[in-house]
């Protein structure tokens, strides 16, 4: 490999994604991943929030080390603010997805990266969570992701690499369409 | 032992190769089989031309223009070769193919069961059963319309259709209707209910957006000077999604150049993205139209760039330019189908062959034929006019010649090699091994 194609992938190891592609059609079961994250309720409307074990490739995995997050709401809100609120947290996880899609995709193109920005802005009434007015849904009306990608490619290719990374990412998945989400109390 | 078969019009059971399924593909199959001398019957187990004679809607013309409908032998030789032929055309076009193969085509037979037997495999059929060295599944590639799982949580108030039990507007319950599926089926059938003055509401998942003309020539013309119908299996870049590829938003007719989400939107259609869910009562819809669209318009961009090098080339006339696929508002993520008044559902969501009756392990997880370029996982095993077989071009009917072609020369050089196995018996050890190499590099066809 010359530099150039070692710049080109964005430090992204494309061979690795490539033979796990192959490996996994072979063995689709493998395929299969749990994620987990294990939560707890600290005080007022803050919770803390860890992740560090899940499944996958037919066995139990593990992060290099556990995080953990705080979630929390605003004091307009009375509250204490001790973290970001949890509807903030799925904007992360949009754009975090959204974002190492293209990186991927672009080093599978061979496109050079030299920045990529984004900023995420969703829209919510909060009717709907105050139980205000039962028409207002609790969740985003819209979401808007606004990306300034930088990289040896056309304003075309550029497109495209947004466009296909969104097709190929889970977060914009799960909120694009309904999943069956069921909420369990144990004893 | 062989017994007599009256039922084929043959002294014997045995016969060196079935063809099974009398559509294009199996007819081209037939025409090649002879010119080899092949000895072989077609079992097909409707008429000629079963599934254009059955599984096609009243207002169906072909996509591809006409001076493109040909087989091995037989060119179109209308005098309206830029026009699109209707399907009783078509079937008359197959029938008269037919009428001149020298083999049997035994119709009203409907192949039960397909299983190894000895060196070869056993055909069982309604009328009674042939031992054949080698089979061609000819049988199609869109047997069944492809319903989604979600199908069965729609509520008893909506009826549901699919491609195969529509035949004109008059099948659509009053009210309004889903069409799910934004391919060519999807598109035409849509644009034929909202001219009937029916409420459609149209659910857009992935789509391939091309123009019906380009450049002065039919957009076919262009795929295939450019080289792209030719693109052979073993050259694209990523086959599983090559062969799933949805049908190009095209219709039959010059009269219009785009049928895609702008022109059914301008006919008054409610577009909406992939139906993701339901519940209870509640159609759930995909937020990802927007990026659906604009995938298909990068798509489209980049395959008229490509053409344009050629066309350049040869001195085209200028390049037409298109608007962006354009959604009217925010796309609709939910409809009540009481409050709404969703009637009728019309699943346009592809189709997929039936092998139920094949009774070999060459079928993977998905129940997808296993083959390399047509050669099944089977030895003397062969598929034709399945979705890139061998090239780009295969699933048309203008495509199946090259490909017929490579299979029955591959056919016939299995049917000519002396059986290894006995031969393996009785020679030594390096012989055996070496007579393994050479059937597998039969089996292999690297005749590029
Ligand atoms: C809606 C639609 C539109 C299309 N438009 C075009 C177009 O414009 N241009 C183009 O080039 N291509 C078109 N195609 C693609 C393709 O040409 C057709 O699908 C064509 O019918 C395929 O021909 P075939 O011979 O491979 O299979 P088929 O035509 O499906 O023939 C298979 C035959 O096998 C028979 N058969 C199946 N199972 C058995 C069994 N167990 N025993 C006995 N017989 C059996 C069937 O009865 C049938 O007659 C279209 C396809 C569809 C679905």
Request: charged share 25%; aromatic share 6%.
């Amino acid at each position: 490999m010359n530099q150039a194609e070692i710049a080109a992938q964005n430090g992204v190891n494309v061979e690795a994604l490539l033979g796990a592609r192959e490996a996994l059609t072979a063995a689709p079961e493998a395929a299969c991943f749990t994620w987990r994250v294990a939560s707890e309720w600290k005080n007022g409307t803050h919770a803390e929030s860890s992740v560090e074990s899940f499944f996958g490739l037919g066995e139990e995995q593990k992060h290099v080390r556990e995080y953990r997050y705080d979630t929390d709401h605003p004091e307009i809100f009375a509250s204490a603010d001790k973290g970001s609120t949890p509807v903030e947290f799925i904007l992360v996880g949009l754009a975090g997805c959204l974002t190492a899609g293209i990186a991927a995709v672009a080093s599978h193109r061979g496109i050079r990266l030299h920045s990529v920005t984004a900023t995420v802005e969703a829209d919510m009434d909060i009717q709907g969570i105050l139980g205000i007015d039962g028409d207002v849904r609790n969740g985003f009306n819209s979401i808007t992701v606004d990306y300034r990608v930088d990289a040896d490619a056309s304003e075309a290719d550029i497109a495209a690499l947004v466009a296909q990374s969104q097709k190929r990412s889970a977060v914009f998945d799960i909120i694009t369409n309904p999943t069956d989400v069921h909420v369990r109390v144990n004893r | 032992m062989t017994t007599d078969a009256p039922w084929t019009g043959r002294k014997a059971d045995a016969v060196d190769v079935v063809v099974i399924g009398a559509g294009h593909a199996g007819l081209a199959a037939s025409h090649l089989l002879s010119r080899h001398g092949v000895d072989h019957v077609v079992l097909e187990r409707g008429q000629v031309a079963n599934a254009w004679r059955q599984e096609r809607w009243n207002s169906l013309r072909l996509l591809t223009p006409n001076w493109q409908t040909r087989l091995p032998g037989k060119a179109y030789a209308g005098d309206d070769p830029d026009g699109f032929m209707a399907v009783p055309e078509l079937v008359r076009f197959l029938d008269d193919y037919a009428a001149g193969l020298n083999a049997p085509v035994l119709t009203e037979t409907t192949v039960t069961r397909v299983a190894r037997n000895g060196d070869g495999y056993r055909v069982s059929t309604d009328r009674g059963t042939l031992q054949a060295r080698a089979v061609v599944l000819a049988s199609g590639a869109c047997n069944r319309p492809s319903v989604p799982g979600i199908a069965g949580k729609l509520p008893d108030t909506v009826k549901q259709l699919t491609p195969f039990d529509y035949d004109s507007p008059d099948d659509v319950p009053a009210g309004g209707v889903l069409v799910v599926g934004a391919s060519a089926t999807g598109l035409q059938l849509a644009t034929e209910l909202l001219r009937a003055g029916r409420d459609v509401t149209l659910a857009a998942g992935e789509h391939v957006r091309i123009p019906r003309q380009y450049r002065g020539h039919d957009i076919f013309y262009w795929l295939q000077r450019c080289g792209i119908h030719d693109e052979r299996y073993d050259q694209v870049e990523d086959l599983a999604r090559g062969r799933r590829l949805p049908s190009p938003q095209l219709v039959g007719t010059r009269e219009l150049d785009l049928l895609d989400l702008n022109h059914l939107a301008g006919l008054g259609a409610r577009i909406t993205g992939r139906l993701a869910g339901v519940r209870d009562d509640t159609l759930m819809f995909s937020g990802a139209l927007r990026n659906v669209c604009e995938l298909a318009d990068l798509k489209m961009q980049r395959l008229l760039a490509q053409i344009d090098e050629t066309a350049d080339a040869d001195g085209a006339p200028a390049p037409e330019r298109y608007a962006p696929t354009q959604l009217p508002g925010p796309p609709v993520l939910t409809l009540d189908t009481r409050r709404d008044d969703i009637r009728s559902v019309i699943w346009a969501t592809g189709f997929r062959p039936d092998y139920h009756w094949l009774d070999v392990p060459v079928l993977d997880r998905k129940g997808q034929l296993i083959h390399e370029g047509g050669v099944v996982a089977s030895p003397g095993m062969y598929a034709l006019g399945l979705p890139l077989m061998r090239r780009r071009k295969s699933s048309f009917i203008f495509g199946i010649e090259d490909d017929a072609r490579d299979i029955t020369q591959h056919l016939v050089d299995y049917l000519r090699w002396p059986f290894p196995e006995s031969d393996a018996r009785s020679s030594s050890w390096a012989g055996a091994a070496s007579c393994r190499t050479t059937q597998e590099s039969v089996l292999s066809m690297n005749n590029g």
